[in-house]
């Protein structure tokens, strides 16, 4: 899975407004972990950046932290990779592991627990084509061009739990749907907020490139859908944000995803 996250920056962010409007700073490491089944164990540590030349940080070291992981409850200690990574390459992630890890720093036990969550079921998709005519401003006098059927996607969802939509054009130099005038092209990815229920409508103008697209149906927990809520937090609203992390900030989720291709043509 690509990194669609803005979790660390989310939280140095955080940090950084806190202190510019508070001395006060707690040196709390950040853990950012997305385990999903057919990867290996792995785990991101950092800590947050004070913005305050009085700030006090911790003795310890990312790169001499112990790290252990317990699988279903069997503990190993995960190795120091480089820039804050630790993992475990012998075991691959599977469905319904119980997974909690935990490290000492400064006076206290940073830890974390997560399940993974099952693959989706029965995702389908309204058509595997979208005929989309390009738009261009200047042809605007001639009337603007017909648009089609939405794509709908649909899967069970039984529980109620969160599903997270991302689409993805994986062409090397995709040509544009339309003109972008002055603008900075749009990436080639796009997503949408969790949802609790089992569909999904992309209206045909989110396609801003021609090509095949991965559409991406996520099973999430509960802690990685709370992070959209902290979207909405400003320098003017400011809010700490949600975590599952004793003693420290991040997070440290399953999750689990079916894939579908889409053809956008002209």
């Known amino acids: 899975m690509k990194k669609y996250s803005y979790l660390i920056i989310l939280f140095i962010f955080w940090s950084c407004e806190e202190n510019s409007l508070s001395p006060t700073f707690?040196?709390?490491?950040?853990?950012?972990?997305?385990?999903?089944?057919?990867?290996?164990?792995?785990?991101?540590?950092?800590?947050?950046?004070?913005?305050?030349s009085e700030a006090a940080y911790q003795d310890d070291e990312?790169?001499?932290?112990?790290?252990?992981?317990?699988?279903d409850g069997v503990q190993n200690q995960l190795t120091y990779a480089a820039d804050g990574l630790f993992l475990d390459s012998t075991v691959l992630v599977q469905t319904g592991m119980e997974l909690e890890f935990e490290f000492a720093f400064g006076d206290g036990i940073v830890k974390g627990a997560t399940v993974i969550p099952s693959k989706p079921v029965d995702l389908s998709i309204?058509?595997?084509?979208?005929?989309?005519?390009?738009?261009?401003?200047?042809?605007?006098?001639?009337?603007?061009?017909?648009?089609?059927?939405?794509?709908?996607i649909s899967w069970q969802n039984p529980h109620g739990s969160f599903y997270l939509v991302v689409v993805e054009n994986i062409e090397n130099n995709p040509e544009p749907t339309k003109d972008f005038g002055e603008e900075d092209p749009p990436e080639f990815v796009?997503?949408?907020?969790?949802?609790?229920?089992?569909?999904?409508?992309?209206?045909?103008?989110?396609f801003n490139y021609y090509g095949t697209h991965r559409i991406i149906l996520f099973h999430i927990n509960d802690?990685?859908?709370?992070?959209?809520?902290d979207g909405e937090s400003t320098s003017q609203n400011l809010t700490t944000p949600s975590t599952g992390i004793e003693n420290g900030v991040g997070i440290f989720t399953g999750i689990h995803s079916d894939t579908l291709n889409l053809e956008v043509t002209n």
Do not use: H, K, W
């Not at 997503?191 to 045909?204: D, H, K, L």
């Open 26 to 52: 707690s040196d709390i490491p950040v853990v950012e972990a997305y385990l999903q089944p057919g990867r290996i164990l792995q785990v991101q540590i950092d800590r947050q950046l004070a913005f305050s």
């Open 62 to 71: 990312i790169s001499e932290l112990e790290v252990f992981l317990s699988v």
């Open 126 to 152: 309204s058509a595997s084509t979208l005929a989309i005519e390009q738009f261009d401003i200047s042809d605007l006098a001639s009337g603007l061009p017909e648009i089609p059927n939405p794509i709908d």
């Open 190 to 206: 796009f997503r949408n907020e969790p949802v609790r229920g089992n569909t999904f409508q992309i209206p045909p103008r989110s």
């Open 223 to 229: 802690d990685y859908a709370s992070l959209y809520d």
